[in-house]
């Protein structure tokens, strides 16, 4: 038989709150983290808002030496802090550096969508094209290699099971989740750091506004330009940071008497193929559905146990197309659709991050309780009125909360979904 | 500039690569960069590019090779300055 796969930890770097607590009040009270970034408006982008952690530096200065910080860029800092905080909130000591142990029974699936694009842009092309590329030293290497911000974290927790980085873009914090379940479940390793990364720069926007599906009808107006479901939504808003869950087998979590916060009940990923409307920025309804279905089948979940859902939700015209696609895998009517909302609403599209922050904010609703609110969404997008009800502005106060599904869906039309059931003794 | 201003700066652009605090302490011309500092050896050449910039000189890639002990630094740096 499979291994129970249970949270024990989670870590969090968000732009609107920096660590679990202040981020549950953050979405508790649906504080938005979008603010005014001045080098978009420079660079004469479409879009001048943003949303970018505040005070990771200084935090990472408290957390990290110096000679860890001359080769972590915006993407590594937000994942270290978030994975250690996921480490020390599951109840570990971080390991001194001059400890040789390993763990060899700890590994991490840390993902990101872009990548080292700040370290590319600010180093390795102007001093390339400059003829300097001695002046590159040897810090820039580990900060663009893809898997550099999951080795990252390995060197600072002696982790020596799998360490690695997926990238499946807007679905790659959630996949990263998946993929470590299933590692756990087929016991080959105990424990798995999992989540999503990305860093704030406004050179990981810059094709995103080129493309124009970013916000630009809001930037007199910041924390309301982030409005998945809303007639008005115009975009997602760019943003950056990192969430990270200790996944736990349950065996280990009990052995060890941790505190277990939710389980990882099931998850399922998938790809579109780019058929039947779907495409390398579209995702195939069919595929989306199948991947729902998937998830909750893994889970042993049927529909109506479904208690809540923390959509993808961007804030682009693939809105109302994904929560019809809900009901359509819940086999529900409108007016029977679980309340539904959006993380992004409050801290933007955290791209590679997004699947990591936004399971935090799941398992953080599943123990307190709640449904955070959707904000900006007061007008409701007119095909989507139907389900207007489902769709929560303020808190829900909901004990009896027990299922909480989470999706992501990415460019290249490839899907993850996870199922987070409540922890009962 | 006298060897032993240099030797003052050139401790001062090791101390954040330095791993070992206690050896750091006690750090004289004798003292091994890798082996007792245990500077990271994939950083030795960002901190001979700190110092390229600290004395605006330029130090090849083979001078580097011979730099094990901060004396050896402090020689090299010395020679460059002339």
Redesign the interface.
Known sequence: MSRRVVVTGLGVVAPNANGVRDFELALRKGLSGIRIHEKMIECGFGSHVAGVPQGIDELAESYFS??LL?AMNSGHRCGAIAGVDAWKDAGFERPD?DDDRVDWDSGAVLGTGIGGMDTIANAIVPFTDAKRV??L???TVEQVMSSGVSARLSGILALGNQVTTNSSACSTGSEAISMGVDRIRHGLAKRMLCGGVEGASHYIWAGFDGMRVLCRRFNDAPERASRPMSATAAGFVPSAGAGVLMLESLESAQERGARILAEVAGSAINCGGHRVGGSMTAPNPEGVRRCIRAALADARVAPEEVGAINGHLTATGADPKEVHSWAAALECSPSDLPPITSTKSMIGHTLGAAGGIESVACVLMLNGGFVHPSINCEDVHPEIEPYAASIPHTALQTPDLQVVVKAGFGFGDVNACLVFRKWNE | MDQTEIFERVVKIL?????NQEAFKGISLATHILDDLKV?S?????VV?EFEDAFDIEIDDDDVDKVETVGNAVELIEAKIG
């Open positions: 110096e000679d001359l550096p001695r002046r030293g040897s810090v | 101390n954040p690569y330095v791993k990271n994939a950083r030795l050449v960002d590019l």
